[in-house]
C-alpha cells in the first residue's frame, strides 16, 4: 500500500492572494481564532468568556522585513492530538467549530519566519513544546523541543510569534495603521464580540491598546433579541438584533449592517440601509441596527479561508432581503413604523404641492416609493414612470374606443359604462395638472407680493439696486436673450405676469447691451426688457420686419430720486431711436429689421411717487386712475405706460383668478 504525498510548498502558492487590508490580515485572524477555540477547550463554556484572555502584540508595524506580531493566549495549549493535527493539512480536527485546517497554510504564505511555543498538559504532567514552522518541501517543523514541567503553579496556553513579510500581495496590503488593523479586528470578529461570546482580547500596537469585546460592547444600547426565520431556500436562519450607537457603523458601508456569520466568525458584512429606508433613529438620532445572522445554510458553504461564500453575491443579496424584511416588521418596527409616518406626511405634502402625482392615495403612492425615498426629487423619481404608465395605458384606451366607433361592431352593453370610466379619468388628469400649473402661477404671485412689501418696508430711502434686480430676475433672469440656445434652461421666465401674451415668448433680451442685440451698435446701455414679435406672443415666425416691439423698465418700488432731468420719455424714445436706426441680429446670424410703422409698447414699472409723479402729471391717467399714459409722437408709434407695481400684481392675479376657482385654491392676500 502506497499512500500519497502532499506538496506543501504547492498547495501555499495556489493560495488566493490578499486583494485589500482584511484579507491580508486574515492569517493573524485565523490565529486568534485558534486561539478563541483552545480557550473554550481550557475553560469550557461556562467560565471561558470570564477566565479566557488573549493578546495580540504588534511591532515594527511600517517596516514589512521587521514586522513582529505575536498572539497569546491561555488556552488548552498544543497537546499531542492537536499538534497532529497542527501537522496534518486540511484536518478536520475542527471541523465541528468551521475550521477548514488551512489556517497555518496561511501563516506561511504570509510571513517569513513563524515560532511557536506551548504549554499543554499530558495526563497530570505539564509540559512546553517549542518549534518553528516554515515553508519548505520537507520538514516544515523543526527546532521542535519537548521539555516536562515540574514544580511551581503553570498555566497552559500557547504563544505564536510572526515575523517579516512574505510575496508582494502581503507586503503591499498588509495595513501600515493601527487604527487600521484594530478597525478591521472588531469587523472580523463581530458577531462574537456584540453577541458576547469572547474572553477578554487586548490589541496592542506600538503600544497603543485596544481592549475587545469591550470596545464593541461599550456600543450596544440594547439587545433586541434573536429570532428564528424559517426560509424556504436556506433553512432555518438564526438573526440577533442589536440597537448601537453610530459609532458601532464608523467602519462599515452605511449606517445599519447584516453580518453574515459561518461557524461563529463573521464572513461578510452588508448594508441595508435602502431596505430598510430609515435612517439614524432614536431620541438623539444616533442609533443604529447591526444584525448578526447565522444557520447551518452558512455554516455550510463558506470557503476555506472563511473570508467569503461559495455561492453567488445574489444568494447574499437573497439572505439580506430576508433578513431585513424581519429587521423592518419586528426587530426595529416601532421606529420604522414612526418613520413611515412622517414619510407619508411629506408625501401628502409633495402631492399637494405637485398634484399631478396624485393619481392614487397617498398610501399606495408610498408603496411605490423606495423605502428610503424622504425627499421630493425621490418621489417625483420614483413616480413618474407609474404616471407615464398610467397616462400610455389611458391613451390606448382612448385609441380602443375611438377604433370601436370606427368600425361596425356591435356595441357592447357596458360600453357606454367603459366611455364614462375614460372620461372621467381624462377628467381628473386635466384637474391635476391645471392645479399643478396653476399652484405654481400662485406661488410666483404671492411670493412676488411678499418681496415687493419686504422692500417697501425698508422705508429709509436708501437705492439698493440688488433689491430692484431681484424683482427682474423673479419676472425673467437677466443678462441672457431668450433666443441663445446655450441658455435654454436659464431663459424660464414668468413674463405673463405683464402680459399673458407672454407665456410662451422666445425672443427677448433681457439686462442686454445693444451691442449684443443690434448689428454694428456701440451702445452699452440696456434695456431691462426688450420684446419683439418672432414665433411667440405678439406675432408669428416670419421674415418681415418687425411691426410690434415691447420694451418693459423696472424700477425700485418706493423710488423717489430720480435724477433732475429723468423723464420716461426721454429714456424710452432714446432706446426706440437705436432700434429702429440697426438691425436686430439673432442666434442664427438671421437679421431682423424694425419696420418704419412699427407700433411700441413701452411700460414703465415703478411706483409713481416723488419726481416721477412730477414728471408724469401731465400724462393721462389709466382707467383706475393711478396709472400714467402717453402715446409717442413724431416719428414713434405706440405708447408709454408707467404701471403701479400693486397693479402689475393685481392684474396678473385678477388674469389668474378663474385658473385658481377651477383648481380649487385661493390666493393668500387678495388684490
Not at 66 to 88: H, S, Y
Not at 172 to 181: L, M, R, V, Y
Not at 370 to 386: C, G, S
Request: aromatic fraction near 8%.
Amino acid at each position: 500500500m502506497t499512500s500519497m504525498q502532499g506538496d506543501i510548498v504547492n498547495r501555499v502558492k495556489r493560495l488566493p492572494k490578499p486583494s485589500l487590508a482584511a484579507e491580508a490580515l486574515q492569517p493573524v485572524f485565523e490565529a486568534v481564532s485558534n486561539s478563541l477555540h483552545a480557550i473554550e477547550d481550557a475553560f469550557g463554556d461556562a467560565l471561558y468568556q470570564s477566565q479566557g484572555s488573549i493578546a495580540v502584540t504588534i511591532r515594527n508595524l511600517r517596516s514589512p522585513d521587521e514586522i513582529e506580531i505575536i498572539v497569546d493566549d491561555n488556552g488548552i495549549g498544543l497537546e499531542p492530538p492537536r499538534f497532529k493535527a497542527f501537522c496534518t493539512t486540511d484536518t478536520d480536527y475542527k471541523i465541528e467549530r468551521g475550521g477548514k485546517g488551512v489556517g497555518r497554510l496561511l501563516w506561511l504564505d504570509a510571513f517569513e519566519k513563524i515560532k511557536v511555543v506551548s504549554v499543554y498538559k499530558d495526563g497530570a504532567k505539564m509540559f512546553r513544546r517549542s518549534f518553528s514552522f516554515r515553508l519548505e518541501t520537507q520538514d516544515q517543523i523543526i527546532d521542535e523541543n519537548v521539555t516536562e514541567i515540574s514544580g511551581g503553579s503553570i498555566n497552559t496556553g500557547t504563544s505564536v510569534t510572526f515575523s517579516g513579510l512574505r510575496g508582494t500581495a502581503y507586503r503591499t496590503k498588509f495595513p501600515s495603521q493601527g487604527a487600521t488593523i484594530v478597525k478591521h479586528f472588531g469587523s472580523h470578529f463581530f458577531a462574537d464580540f456584540i453577541l458576547g461570546k469572547s474572553p477578554k482580547i487586548i490589541v496592542d500596537i506600538e503600544d497603543n491598546s485596544a481592549t475587545f469585546p469591550e470596545e464593541i460592547q461599550n456600543l450596544k444600547i440594547e439587545d433586541r433579541g434573536a429570532a428564528t426565520l424559517t426560509t424556504s431556500e436556506f433553512g432555518e436562519l438564526s438573526l440577533a438584533s442589536f440597537i448601537c450607537h453610530k459609532n458601532a457603523s464608523a467602519n462599515f458601508d452605511g449606517s445599519h449592517q447584516i453580518h453574515l456569520v459561518a461557524n461563529g466568525r463573521t464572513v461578510t458584512t452588508r448594508k441595508i440601509d435602502g431596505l430598510l429606508g430609515i435612517g439614524r433613529f432614536g431620541p438623539d438620532g444616533d442609533r443604529v441596527y447591526h444584525g448578526c445572522v447565522s444557520g447551518e445554510f452558512l455554516d455550510e458553504r463558506v470557503n476555506q479561508e472563511r473570508t467569503q461564500f461559495n455561492f453567488d453575491e445574489s444568494i447574499v443579496e437573497d439572505i439580506v432581503r430576508e433578513c431585513a424584511e424581519f429587521v423592518r416588521s419586528d426587530a426595529i418596527g416601532e421606529e420604522v413604523r414612526e418613520f413611515d409616518t412622517t414619510r407619508l406626511g411629506t408625501l401628502r405634502d409633495f402631492v399637494n404641492d405637485y398634484p399631478s402625482f396624485g393619481f392614487e392615495d397617498a398610501e399606495h403612492l408610498l408603496d411605490r416609493t423606495p423605502k428610503n425615498a424622504v425627499k421630493a426629487e425621490e418621489f417625483a423619481r420614483a413616480l413618474i414612470p407609474f404616471r407615464i404608465r398610467r397616462d400610455k395605458e389611458r391613451n390606448d384606451t382612448i385609441q380602443k374606443i375611438v377604433a370601436h366607433l370606427d368600425c361596425n361592431q356591435t356595441i357592447q352593453a357596458d360600453f357606454a359604462e367603459t366611455v364614462r370610466e375614460a372620461a372621467n379619468e381624462i377628467r381628473a388628469e386635466e384637474q391635476r395638472q391645471l392645479t399643478e400649473y396653476v399652484l405654481r402661477r400662485k406661488t410666483v404671485l404671492d411670493v412676488m407680493d411678499v418681496l415687493l412689501r419686504r422692500i417697501r418696508e425698508r422705508g429709509n430711502g436708501t437705492q439698493d439696486f440688488q433689491l430692484e434686480e431681484t424683482l427682474h430676475q423673479f419676472i425673467c433672469p437677466m443678462r441672457l436673450r431668450g433666443d441663445d440656445p446655450s441658455k435654454v434652461e436659464q431663459s424660464d421666465h414668468d413674463l405673463w405676469i405683464i402680459d399673458e401674451r407672454l407665456t410662451f415668448q422666445k425672443y427677448f433680451a433681457s439686462d442686454v447691451p445693444f451691442t449684443r442685440i443690434l448689428e454694428g451698435e456701440s451702445s452699452t446701455k440696456r434695456p431691462d426688457l426688450l420684446i419683439y414679435d418672432r414665433l411667440y406672443g405678439l406675432a408669428s415666425e416670419g421674415e418681415d420686419p418687425l411691426t410690434k416691439v415691447m420694451l418693459v423698465e423696472f424700477k425700485h418700488p418706493g423710488r423717489r430720486d430720480y435724477e433732475e432731468r429723468y423723464s420716461p420719455m426721454n429714456q424710452i424714445s432714446e432706446y426706440i431711436t437705436k432700434l429702429k436706426a440697426g438691425q436686430i441680429e439673432d442666434f442664427n446670424n438671421s437679421r431682423v429689421r424694425i419696420a418704419e410703422d412699427c407700433v411700441f409698447y413701452c411700460y414703465v414699472v415703478a411706483d409713481i411717487v416723488g419726481k416721477l409723479e412730477i414728471h408724469t402729471n401731465g400724462w393721462r391717467t389709466t382707467a383706475n386712475g393711478r396709472g400714467r399714459i402717453q402715446e409717442l409722437g413724431g416719428k414713434f408709434r405706440g405708447i408709454v405706460e408707467v404701471v403701479e407695481w400693486k397693479d402689475l400684481l393685481a392684474d396678473a392675479r385678477l388674469r389668474n383668478h378663474a385658473f385658481l376657482n377651477a383648481a380649487g385654491l385661493r390666493y393668500d392676500k387678495h388684490p
